[in-house]
């Protein structure tokens, strides 16, 4: 076993509770779960979890985002493994069908390519599955008839939204910018574009290293709850002025154009950590007019110079800063371990029959929010 995915594995002390437990209960004994999912050392905790629980898995990765590692420890432990690392969508799109072949009795979905493929030449006997995101529950829920089926969606868990949105990715976010830049914190002033669950967990975690910190949202009701958090709400353009770091987390676009370049501080660092790199417009800043150079100043940050001599530093072309550039870890371990005791219990229930067919793409049931968050309070406490 190498060392970080032994190392997961050892944290990940809520699957390892339920491993346990499933070597003794067996709710999968006779069952197959079809996944695609990115196979990481995370994922590969909640895969071996799954199996102890009597399953046989047939997973693939998604596009991007496969660790060979990972895809190697997973056949080293009987799991069926379709396909390799690819960036190449027909080829991932084969990958998926190929799962699907398989016809499992359970679907653990991600961003509904499963489902969604199901549909085109539907099987007897599938159970039902789950959802890990909001992107698969937009798609899938316009498909609920034709469904029919019980499905999940683990995403829509408040436990999912304030442990990993809130706490984790604020964290991973803050982290980021330590690993990039290695500078400090205190005293600077940081501007952060949006106050959902990952804009109120960036906020939180530069202002908790003694940043100063302003929020900015389109959202008024948003921008009083920043206020009564004891942020600074003061004007977009006024805050851009002074900014010594920007980090945008709205998941919308244009969020930082190149025509604020001229107003920027020299030596400010530009970090998106939404989901899409059209917040912050890269292309626009590399390519304005005032830009005379650009470097790779250090791994994962590029520096534009201005005519008028100020620095501009882009962390990771903005990409989501905290899951890209040198080793980046994702959200924390303990984070991804409660999302996965989600799906391990939610799975569970479905494979039980304890989930009606009319739970076709719904939240996780509170009694199972309720079981993983007394489970965790119970391994805090002892
Ligand atoms: N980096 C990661 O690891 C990670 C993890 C989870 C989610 N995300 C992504 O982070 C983004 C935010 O997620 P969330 O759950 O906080 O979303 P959210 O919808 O809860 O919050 C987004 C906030 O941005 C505000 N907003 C929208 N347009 C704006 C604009 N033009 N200017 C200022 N504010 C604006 C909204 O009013 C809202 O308050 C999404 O793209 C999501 O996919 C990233």
Same mark, same amino acid.
């Given at each position: 076993?190498?060392?970080?995915? $032994?190392? =997961? $594995? &050892? ?25 695609? #999912? ?12 799954? $199996? ?5 898995? *047939? ?39 190929? !799962? ?7 679907? +653990? ?42 499905? +999940? *969606?683990?995403? &829509?868990?408040? @436990? ?8 984790? !990715?604020?964290?991973?976010? /803050?982290?980021?910018?330590?690993? +990039? ?8 002033? @940081? ?46 353009? %006024? ?6 770091? *920007?980090?945008? =987390? ?18 400010? *660092? ?5 989901? /899409?790199?059209?917040?912050? &417009?890269? %292309?626009? /800043?590399? %390519? ?6 650009? #470097? ?15 620095? #501009? ?26 999302? /996965? ?12 029959? $304890? ?5 076709? =793409?719904?939240? =996780? ?18």
């Amino acid at each position: 076993m190498t060392s970080r995915i $032994a190392w =997961v $594995a &050892d944290s990940c002390r809520l699957l390892n509770s339920i491993t346990a437990e499933f070597r003794e209960t067996r709710p999968f004994d006779g069952l197959t779960i079809g996944t695609g #999912i990115h196979l990481e050392p995370k994922t590969a905790a909640l895969i071996m979890t799954l $199996a102890a629980g009597g399953a046989r898995i *047939v997973a693939t990765g998604n596009l991007n985002t496969t660790q060979q590692e990972t895809v190697d420890y997973l056949r080293a432990n009987g799991i069926d493994v379709v396909g390799g690392p690819t960036s190449d969508p027909v080829e991932h799109d084969a990958h998926l069908r190929e !799962v699907l072949a398989a016809k499992p009795d359970l679907i +653990l979905d991600n961003g509904g390519d499963l489902f969604a493929r199901y549909l085109e030449s539907p099987w007897e006997g599938l159970l039902g599955g789950t959802e890990e995101t909001t992107s698969g529950r937009t798609r899938l829920a316009p498909l609920r008839e034709a469904l029919g089926l019980p499905i +999940l *969606v683990i995403n &829509d868990s408040p @436990i999912k939204q304030f442990a990993e949105n809130e706490h984790a !990715v604020g964290q991973s976010v /803050f982290e980021s910018y330590l690993r +990039l830049t290695n500078r400090s914190t205190g005293g600077k002033r @940081i501007v952060v574009f949006g106050y959902g669950s990952c804009g109120q967990g960036v906020a939180a975690n530069f202002r908790n290293a003694y940043g100063l910190v302003t929020v900015i949202d389109t959202d008024p009701v948003k921008r009083l709850e920043a206020c009564l958090d004891g942020f600074d709400v003061t004007d977009r353009d %006024a805050a851009l002025e002074r900014a010594d770091v *920007v980090v945008t =987390v709205t998941g919308a676009r244009d969020i930082l154009l190149a025509d604020r370049l001229p107003m920027l501080k020299d030596d400010v *660092v530009l970090m998106n950590a939404g989901h /899409f790199p059209q917040e912050i &417009d890269a %292309a626009g /800043f590399l %390519a304005h007019p005032d830009v005379v150079s650009v #470097i790779d100043s250090t791994e994962g940050l590029q520096t534009l110079r201005t005519r008028d001599g100020r620095r #501009i530093h882009l962390a990771t072309g903005g990409h989501m800063a905290n899951l890209a550039g040198p080793r980046p870890l994702g959200n924390s371990i303990e984070s991804m371990d409660l999302g /996965f005791a989600l799906q391990s219990r939610c799975l569970e229930a479905i494979a039980r029959g $304890a989930v009606s067919a009319d739970s076709v =793409v719904v939240p =996780v049931p509170r009694t199972i929010d309720e079981a993983v968050a007394s489970a965790y309070l119970e391994l805090v406490a002892n």
